[in-house]
């Protein structure tokens, strides 16, 4: 049974930082690229950021320079480094694992950044 699981998720004020992580189970964690999109209120899941099983990243404008995402394949763990976080990172954070045409997605945790 495949099972992401998300946490690191809660309230942090504007500037301030969170990591997330995704424990991974139930698949060949260093095969698949790892992936993290997020949903805001009333708005549709939009990427973020994904990183390859060689450790190629990539970065959505909106939080180049400010997310860092990275793996330990020891561990089955992604990582999502945020830093200078802004109200508009207000929402739900999953993690998906891709590997050809097989999909899984966390169940999600919440990020809340507010004054």
């Known amino acids: 049974q495949v099972q992401l699981v998300e946490s690191g998720g809660g309230l942090e004020q504007p500037g301030g930082s969170l990591r997330l992580s995704c424990a991974a189970s139930?698949?060949?964690?260093?095969?698949?690229?790892m992936s993290w999109y997020r949903q805001a209120p009333g708005k549709e899941r939009e990427f973020v950021a994904w990183?390859?099983?060689?450790?190629?990243?990539s970065y959505a404008d909106s939080v180049k320079g400010r997310f860092t995402i990275s793996r330990d394949n020891a561990k089955n763990t992604e990582y999502l480094q945020m830093s200078s976080l802004k109200t508009e990172d207000t929402a739900v954070y999953f993690c998906?694992?891709?590997?050809?045409?097989?999909?899984?997605w966390g169940q999600g945790t919440q990020v809340t950044v507010s004054s």
């Open positions: 998906k694992a891709t590997l050809n045409s097989l999909t899984y």
């Open positions: 990183i390859t099983p060689s450790d190629t990243t």
């Open positions: 139930g698949i060949t964690f260093r095969k698949y690229v």
